[in-house]
């Protein structure tokens, strides 16, 4: 039986847009199956948002740690945490909870990632693909309860 329907009447389930719901953090996922069946679900909306390449939990209303990558390949992340920065980028990034809006923030160009659904730790970096790493940076915040608004940088 599945943890939950993310499918409402035949049709794709809605990108939440309501900030106060986004600023809510997530909780830790418990078992793999419901890490993989919410990442499953989470890489399916993504496909039907073609300028999306990336996609939090959250954002479909589901409040656990769980977001999806998908740049050249498909990635899903497991209770991630980013366990190493370094190298700050200003990064022009957009949001599907925030259509139409393209913010200024800062970010990495490098991180690495640890993620219970992967053995070893991931790295990101720009050198293989900046945004890659910069989307991983977008999810994962998302699941801290933090928007790309928080991460606004002044431009002059």
């Given at each position: 039986?599945?943890?939950?329907?993310?499918?409402?009447?035949?049709?794709?389930?809605?990108?939440?847009?309501?900030?106060?719901?986004?600023?809510?953090?997530?909780?830790?996922?418990?078992?793999?199956?419901?890490?993989?069946?919410?990442?499953?679900?989470?890489?399916n909306i993504?496909?039907?948002?073609?300028?999306?390449?990336?996609?939090?939990?959250?954002?479909?209303?589901?409040?656990?740690?769980?977001?999806?990558?998908?740049?050249?390949?498909?990635?899903?992340?497991?209770?991630?945490?980013?366990?190493?920065?370094?190298?700050?980028?200003?990064?022009?990034?957009?949001c599907?909870?925030?259509?139409?809006?393209?913010?200024t923030?800062e970010?990495?160009?490098?991180?690495?990632?640890?993620?219970?659904?992967?053995?070893e730790?991931?790295?990101?970096?720009s050198?293989?693909?900046?945004?890659?790493?910069?989307?991983?940076?977008?999810?994962?915040?998302?699941?801290?309860?933090?928007?790309?608004?928080?991460?606004?940088?002044?431009?002059?």
């Amino acid at each position: 039986m599945p943890i939950f329907d993310h499918r409402a009447s035949g049709t794709i389930m809605k990108i939440i847009t309501d900030m106060d719901f986004l600023k809510e953090e997530c909780k830790e996922v418990r078992t793999m199956a419901e890490g993989e069946e919410i990442g499953l679900a989470l890489l399916n909306i993504l496909k039907a948002h073609p300028d999306g390449v990336g996609l939090s939990a959250n954002q479909i209303g589901i409040k656990k740690r769980v977001c999806v990558i998908k740049v050249s390949e498909s990635i899903v992340l497991v209770n991630p945490k980013i366990i190493s920065k370094f190298q700050k980028i200003n990064y022009k990034e957009a949001c599907l909870s925030f259509p139409g809006t393209y913010i200024t923030t800062e970010r990495y160009a490098n991180i690495m990632v640890k993620a219970d659904n992967h053995d070893e730790t991931l790295l990101f970096s720009s050198e293989k693909n900046l945004l890659e790493c910069v989307c991983v940076q977008h999810e994962i915040d998302h699941l801290n309860s933090i928007t790309m608004f928080d991460r606004k940088i002044k431009e002059e």
